[in-house]
């Protein structure tokens, strides 16, 4: 896709991966991106990821799929009392098949 980067949390980077940038932080990560030209930016990862972005300041908006399914257990999205933050409603649609979207603003 054009207009897309790839920046992978790390700090380990393997320079045998093409076409990705690496940071060794959530403020090195948007500093990058920014420096690249892209406005948004999406965090794609396990709970810890989102938590050092959300605790460094870094998440404006939050969107969540609910998909028709039911499982046994979960996965949190974000991990440890640090990562509480209140947050207002946005939008929310159905997309397909019983998809549904939530979208949401960060408050603090």
Do not use: W
Not at 7 to 15: F, M, Q, V, Y
Not at 55 to 73: M, T
Request: hydrophobic fraction near 40%; glycine fraction near 8%; charged fraction near 25%.
């Amino acid at each position: 896709m054009s207009g897309i980067i790839n920046i992978i949390l790390t700090h380990e980077p393997d320079k045998k991966i093409k076409n990705v940038f690496f940071a060794d932080s959530p403020v090195t990560a948007v500093k990058l991106a920014e420096e690249k030209g892209c406005n948004n930016i999406l965090i794609a990862g396990g709970s810890h990821t989102s938590s050092s972005f959300l605790e460094a300041g870094l998440i404006d908006e939050i969107f969540f799929s609910i998909h028709p399914l039911i499982l046994g257990q979960g996965i949190k999205p974000f991990e440890g009392k640090a990562s509480e933050r209140k947050i207002t409603l946005i939008d929310s649609k159905i997309v397909s098949d019983g998809l549904v979207e939530i979208h949401y603003k960060v408050l603090e």
